[in-house]
């Protein structure tokens, strides 16, 4: 409960700050910089973490599937605790992500260090555009693979989903190679496609 109420404290008191800045600068202005959506959001993921908190707390959260009706009748509104719990820690995950890439903004202080923040987001809508070219590549050797090792039973390949899963492993030199040999007649095509997927993630 403690550590409930300073997390809702703090949250408060950032969620003030913001309201000001917002009110000081205008709305335009204040969506237009990056780092107040990155406070807004975290902001937001804790205060729903701390309301999910609460619920579980109060004893509120008890029987069935978040958000439905439950209960001997059906009529009595509750919310499932282990449901509850696993959505509390995803939202307090993201929190923590927000909140480290918030403190960048701090550390840009540092003459050092802002040259090298500011050259980062200079490059992020390069980078934005190229994730999504190299997404379409991703999809098209997935769909592949799928084709080829799919009729020969090949687990990681056996949907498209799974298949798209297991190329992107590929990327990262994670893969069985068990799954590619097992292609039969069509080994050969296997071989060459899963060389140059390395090759590609190389560029």
């Not at 009748?73 to 959505?87: H, W």
């Not at 923590?96 to 490059?123: C, D, N, Q, S, Y």
Request: hydrophobic share 60%; with cysteine; aromatic share 12%.
């Amino acid at each position: 409960a403690a550590g409930m109420s300073l997390a809702l404290l703090l949250t408060a008191l950032g969620v003030r700050a913001e309201a000001v800045e917002m009110r000081r600068i205008g709305w335009g202005r204040y969506v237009g910089n990056h780092w107040n959506l990155i406070e807004t959001l975290a902001h937001a993921a804790v205060l729903a973490a701390v309301g999910l908190d609460a619920l579980l707390y109060l004893g509120v959260a008890t029987h069935a599937a978040a958000l439905r009706a439950c209960g001997p009748t059906g009529d009595a509104p509750c919310v499932d605790p282990q449901e509850a719990a696993s959505l509390r820690r995803v939202l307090y995950a993201l929190a923590a992500i927000l909140v480290w890439t918030r403190a960048l903004k701090f550390v840009a202080m540092l003459p050092r260090v802002g040259v090298l923040l500011r050259m980062v987001e200079r490059m992020l809508p390069e980078v934005a555009t190229f994730a999504a070219i190299f997404f379409f590549f991703l999809l098209g050797w997935a769909n592949a693979f799928s084709v080829l090792l799919q009729p020969h039973g090949v687990d990681h390949f056996r949907t498209f989903g799974q298949s798209v899963y297991t190329t992107f492993r590929l990327m990262l030199a994670d893969f069985e190679w068990d799954d590619y040999a097992r292609a039969g007649r069509e080994g050969w095509a296997a071989l060459a496609l899963w060389v140059s997927f390395i090759l590609l993630g190389c560029i």
